[in-house]
């Protein structure tokens, strides 16, 4: 077997710990004489499972206990929708932060429900800032605020947490939940989908605060309510019991390092590796945010000759280092370090790096 360093940005790099117990509990989990998969999601064994998974993750997460957790289907992108579907509560308009690839693609949906208001965008820095709440001009009736803490594609990410008063604050941390500490208090919703941070693709958790439950439009199908999903522990329909139970290894494993402040020192050193890594590479290498804004799980970046982009790319992959390539819409390089990848791939990516440039600068 050769496992390779994995810099995919999603599906993304799992613990190999997480997976080697999955593989050691494929065929029977515990004493249930089947697999996972095989077994009722309203058993008692799945039950149990669902519950410690979210207990695990109120833990990590610190979540209030008046916040209900969700675990839905459809990823992120379903939340584009539900959220205004279940937010607006008869307001007419929404406040959209517009940082990038990903909150445009929210606010493109949401347009289908609501008017979108542009609160603040950093297009004009061509995504490579977030905008300072002092700039944000947020409309007077709006439901809610949706921003995104992580910008996955651009590699840009908002280090601080908005403060939006009475307005609830939605966040889509898809690429950044589970990779620090953070105030769940300060936020409305928080949704993300499970493929980066969480666990294997299929499942995406919501955070809901309670007072938001209850105002979903009459015509939203019962799936996509927040209150229904609340009131049947997410388990109005079939629920995603593999991932599920992938998940709740993850967290296990989250725990056992020491919790997310631990994560969060682990995930700062990466990311200062591969930037001091860039920065120091005299151009050969550049990364176009602004350096405050700068994302400790996707970090994008440029080789000056580009037609060097093939190679580099190639003999990365001969190196164990693959899936580097950034996303279509940007060029360039992409690194996902997420929480799973370890220290040791951050470590011989910038080795690769350094010798790479010696070899051709
Ligand atoms: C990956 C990603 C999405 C899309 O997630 P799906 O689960 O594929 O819908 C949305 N937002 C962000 C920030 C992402 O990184």
Redesign the pocket.
């Given at each position: 077997m050769s496992r390779v360093y994995n810099f995919s940005a999603?599906p993304g790099v799992l613990p190999e710990t997480v997976l080697a117990r999955a593989r050691d509990e494929l065929l029977e989990w515990d004493d249930a004489g089947a697999s996972v998969m095989e077994i009722s999601h309203r058993s008692k064994d799945f039950l149990g499972i669902a519950e410690q998974t979210e207990n695990d993750l109120r833990v990590l997460l610190g979540v209030p206990e008046h916040y209900k957790v969700l675990f839905l289907q459809g990823?992120?992108?379903l939340q584009f929708a539900m959220v205004p579907m279940n937010l607006l509560g008869g307001k007419k308009v929404a406040d959209y932060i517009n940082t990038g690839h990903?909150s445009r693609?929210a606010m493109a949906e949401a347009e289908r429900f609501t008017n979108v208001h542009i609160g603040a965008t950093s297009e004009d820095s061509k995504f490579t800032t977030v905008p300072p709440q002092s700039s944000w001009q947020l409309h007077p009736d709006t439901a809610y605020v949706h921003f995104?803490p992580?910008?996955?594609i651009g590699g840009l990410e908002c280090h601080w947490t908005p403060d939006t008063g009475d307005v609830p604050l939605v966040a889509?941390m898809?690429?950044t939940i589970l990779s620090r500490p953070i105030d769940v208090s300060k936020f409305g919703v928080i949704y993300a989908?499970a493929?980066?941070n969480i666990g294997p693709a299929g499942v995406?958790v919501v955070i809901v605060r309670e007072d938001l439950l209850g105002k979903t439009a009459a015509s939203a199908p019962s799936l996509f309510d927040y209150q229904k999903q609340a009131e049947n522990g997410s388990m109005m329909n079939t629920a995603p019991t593999f991932a599920w139970y992938m998940s709740g290894l993850v967290f296990e494993w989250l725990k056992e390092l020491g919790g997310l402040s631990v994560m969060a020192e682990i995930n700062e050193r990466k990311a200062s590796k591969l930037y001091a890594c860039i920065d120091g590479s005299a151009g050969f290498y550049k990364n176009q945010i602004d350096p405050t804004c700068r994302s400790r799980m996707n970090v994008t970046f440029t080789l000056a000759q580009s037609q060097l982009d093939a190679v580099f790319l190639k003999r990365a992959q001969e190196a164990g280092l693959v899936a580097l390539k950034g996303h279509r819409s940007v060029g360039g390089m992409r690194a996902s370090i997420y929480n799973a990848m370890p220290e040791k791939g951050v470590d011989m990516l910038v080795d690769f790096m350094v010798s790479f440039q010696q070899r051709h600068a």
């Open positions: 999603g990823g992120a992108t990903w693609k995104t992580n910008e996955t889509d898809s690429s989908g493929q980066k995406t």
